[in-house]
């Protein structure tokens, strides 16, 4: 019953390739998101939907493109994939509550290898 | 450009005693700070936080303390336990864009018996 699930948990590919990563939570949360963890272990934002609306869209490259067909899934997907792409990703979720202060609920990761 | 920093990227502590993990963050506007504990194979798991309105919030054996004026907070646990064993990450937020929360490195820490 796990609250922010992603699927896979691992994924290997190969360069050029064009991959997909899922993102579902049932915390009836309105805000979801998509961390990048690098080698560096530096966990940072790459994009945030709130209510199916694209609220944050970091320097990202343009291969990667969310989609959320609902407030409950939020989904990755890569284009072209290249060896720099390798991380963990992380999905979470939130709800923005009256006070406004955002505490966000992580997913287990997915760690993707290009190889 | 890292608005948030966590110096020691490792820390070993005894069982029982205080361990105490330190945060330093450059922008003057971050009004929220959250504590997350992640374990290997997991993702980060929310432990605490703290408003700028405040300058100290407790939950059971984990304390955290902001001091504004130096820009720098700081998690204490106290009794430490094995169970702690995890790497430790601070995260702020500027009330202007609340959706975003600024992570720092990270902090590794070790409970050993």
């Known amino acids: 019953d796990t609250a922010v699930s992603q699927t896979p948990k691992y994924l290997v590919t190969q360069m050029g390739n064009d991959k997909s990563i899922k993102c579902e939570q049932n915390l009836g949360h309105d805000t979801m998101y998509w961390y990048k963890q690098d080698s560096k272990k530096f966990l940072k934002i790459m994009f945030s939907?709130?209510?199916?609306?694209?609220?944050i869209n970091e320097t990202v490259p343009n291969r990667f493109s969310p989609k959320s067909p609902d407030k409950a899934h939020l989904n990755l997907h890569i284009n072209s994939l290249e060896l720099g792409d390798s991380a963990v990703y992380f999905c979470?979720?939130?709800?923005?509550?009256?006070?406004?202060?955002?505490?966000?609920?992580f997913g287990a990761g997915t760690r993707l290898s290009v190889l | 450009d890292q608005q948030v920093k966590q110096n020691s990227p490792s820390l070993s502590v005894q069982e029982g005693r205080i361990s105490i993990l330190n945060c330093d963050y450059t922008?003057?506007?971050?009004?929220?700070f959250l504590w997350y504990k992640k374990y290997p194979a997991e993702g980060p798991t929310f432990l605490i936080s703290?408003?700028?309105?405040?300058d100290k919030n407790e939950d059971g054996r984990f304390t955290v303390f902001l001091n504004k004026s130096a820009k720098h907070l700081s998690l204490h646990i106290v009794p430490s336990q094995p169970g702690d064993s995890a790497v430790y990450f601070c995260?702020?937020?500027?009330?202007?864009?609340?959706?975003?929360?600024?992570f720092g490195t990270g902090t590794r820490l070790q409970v050993f018996p």
């Open positions: 979470a979720s939130s709800h923005r509550g009256q006070e406004a202060k955002n505490i966000q609920y």
């Open positions: 939907y709130n209510n199916k609306e694209l609220i």
């Open positions: 703290i408003s700028s309105i405040k």
């Open positions: 922008n003057s506007m971050f009004d929220y």
């Open positions: 995260a702020a937020s500027a009330p202007y864009n609340t959706d975003k929360l600024i």
